[in-house]
Nanobody
Framework: QVQLAESGGGLVQAGGSLRLSCAASGMISSFNVMGWYRQAPGKQRELVAKISSTGNTNVVDSVKGRFTISRDNAKNTVYLQMNSLKPEDAAVYYC????????????WGQGTQVTVSS
């Protein structure tokens, strides 16, 4: 079992920046994938970005050029730097952990709210 602890959400004006962090603990595999999903009210949870322990990334088109995912393997921590935020980026952001780049995550964080005012 892997536990995920997120931090960094909050309220920001459109065009502003936020940085999310997520630390994993527990039974962490040597190869793993950590990432961020988001869910806005009335919408399905969607992938934002993910990164493997070997550095492979998958970033959705809607945030490319604005969001950057990175990780510190020594700290089992993943980061999401969000720049040029738009009102449509507002959502609950969930950290996720899984064994592969494909398929569903096996563990989820509790979620952190990101609010973007226009």
């Amino acid at each position: 079992q892997v536990q995920l602890a997120e931090s960094g959400g909050g309220l920001v004006q459109a065009g502003g920046s936020l940085r999310l962090s997520c630390a994993a603990s527990g039974m962490i595999s040597s190869f793993n994938v950590m990432g961020w999903y988001r869910q806005a009210p009335g919408k399905q949870r969607e992938l934002v970005a993910k990164i493997s322990s070997t550095g492979n990334t998958n970033v959705v088109d809607s945030v490319k050029g604005r969001f950057t995912i990175s990780r510190d393997n020594a700290k089992n921590t993943v980061y999401l730097q969000m720049n040029s935020l738009k009102p449509e980026d507002a959502a609950v952001y969930y950290c996720a952990y899984g064994p592969a780049m494909i398929g569903r995550p096996s563990s989820w964080g509790q979620g952190t709210q990101v609010t973007v005012s226009s």
